[in-house]
């Protein structure tokens, strides 16, 4: 997990809404690009879940991982690498 992971589900907890990886990437200063990287990997372990039209929002697990009821060692083998 990176630190630009852990503020993709800090922005989706905080908020509350389903975004883009654009909308995202422009509220946590990281491109579009790497915030679109990251978030198929959270996605791959359902921390975040694509809702359709390239929109995202935090799951259940996502916020277990944020609150610490989850570590990355618990996350799918080779699917959390920075």
Excluded at 21 to 42: A, E, G, M, T
């Amino acid at each position: 997990m990176s630190q630009c992971d852990n503020r993709i589900l800090e922005f989706l907890d905080e908020t509350g809404i389903v975004a883009t990886p654009f909308v995202i990437s422009s509220n946590i200063d990281y491109s579009r690009q790497y915030v679109n990287q990251r978030i198929r990997i959270l996605a791959a372990n359902d921390l975040v879940e694509n809702t359709g039209d390239g929109l995202y929002r935090i799951t259940d697990l996502g916020r277990q991982y944020l609150v610490g009821e989850l570590d990355k060692d618990d996350l799918t083998p080779g699917q959390h690498e920075e």
